[in-house]
Every structure is written in structure tokens, then in C-alpha cells.
């Protein structure tokens, strides 16, 4: 992943997956590893993220380099992966 903004989206959206499917091993490692790319190669860290439902937003807000930094991200972007996973849970067994 390029840039911090990737990271942090596919983080989020591997986060809110392996939140709603705790027992999914296959989810809780991939979120490992993407928790990792964030903190050791780009350097991210105090990540804290709030979900506002009244305005269909993720708020995500770290760290880098020393300097607060924040973003948002579109409910519906995040959560269509997990959406699908609960509409064809036959497609996405767990492992």
C-alpha cells in the first residue's frame, strides 16, 4: 500500500469485518497483518476510530510523525464487505 489513506481504508474495512465475525481466524489474522503495515511501515499509531451514523461517516484520527492527523471515511464503503459476507454467508465460510 502506497499511501496512508489506502492503508487506513483497507484497515477499516478489514477492522469492521474482523469485529463483526470474531470468530473468523482467517479475518482476525488478516487484520493483524494490515494493523501492522499501518504501525510499522507508515509509521501510524493512537489510531482511534468513531462511527457517526447520522452522518454515515467512519471519523478515523492517529498519529504520524508526531502530529495528530484525522480522515473519514463513507459507511457504505466500509461495510459493503461485511454486508456481503452476511447476505452469502455461504460464500465466506470461516477458517
Known sequence: MR???DALYNWLTIKVVAEGR???KAAQETYELFDGI???DHG???IEVERREDDEMYYVSYEKDGVSKSTRFPLELIDCYLEQMQREPEKFKNY
Request: without cysteine; charged residues 25%; hydrophobic residues 25%.
Open 44 to 46: 501510524v499509531s493512537h
Open 38 to 40: 499501518l504501525r510499522q
Open 22 to 24: 470474531p470468530d473468523d
Open 3 to 5: 499511501s496512508v489513506q
